[in-house]
């Protein structure tokens, strides 16, 4: 059993950054892959980010690349999302999710086997 707790979430205008971590009870941390996911009000989850277990290979939704940025500290057993230019339209709860380092179906929450509770993003215009 994997624990994982979300921080860094808050309100935020408009242009702003906001840096996002992910901290997991495990040894074996560097063996999971990482997922973020958000979902908005009304609206289902939607992958936003993922990361390779030894960080080589990063992955973005279309609506997010060029202002996230995902990375991980498998020291710290800690992943995180780096974002940039924030638009009111990434208002959401963000998730991380942690999984089998070798899944194909990175965009799939389905595919993720652990779940921290999530951070609140608000952005204001």
């Known amino acids: 059993q994997v624990h994982v707790v979300e921080s860094g979430g808050g309100l935020v205008q408009a242009g702003a950054s906001l840096r996002l971590s992910c901290a997991a009870s495990?040894?074996?941390?560097?063996?999971?892959?990482i997922g973020w996911f958000r979902q908005a009000p009304g609206k289902e989850r939607e992958f936003v980010a993922a990361?390779?277990?030894?960080?080589?290979?990063?992955y973005y939704a279309d609506s997010v690349k060029g202002r996230f940025a995902i990375s991980r500290d498998n020291a710290k057993n800690t992943a995180y999302l780096q974002m940039n230019s924030l638009k009111p339209e990434d208002t959401a709860v963000y998730s991380c999710?942690?999984?089998?380092?070798?899944?194909?179906?990175?965009?799939?929450?389905?595919?993720?086997?652990?779940w921290g509770q999530g951070t609140q993003v608000t952005v204001s215009s």
């Open positions: 999710a942690a999984t089998r380092p070798y899944i194909a179906a990175i965009t799939i929450p389905g595919a993720y086997d652990y």
């Open positions: 495990t040894r074996t941390f560097s063996s999971y892959l």
């Open positions: 990361i390779r277990s030894d960080g080589g290979n990063t």
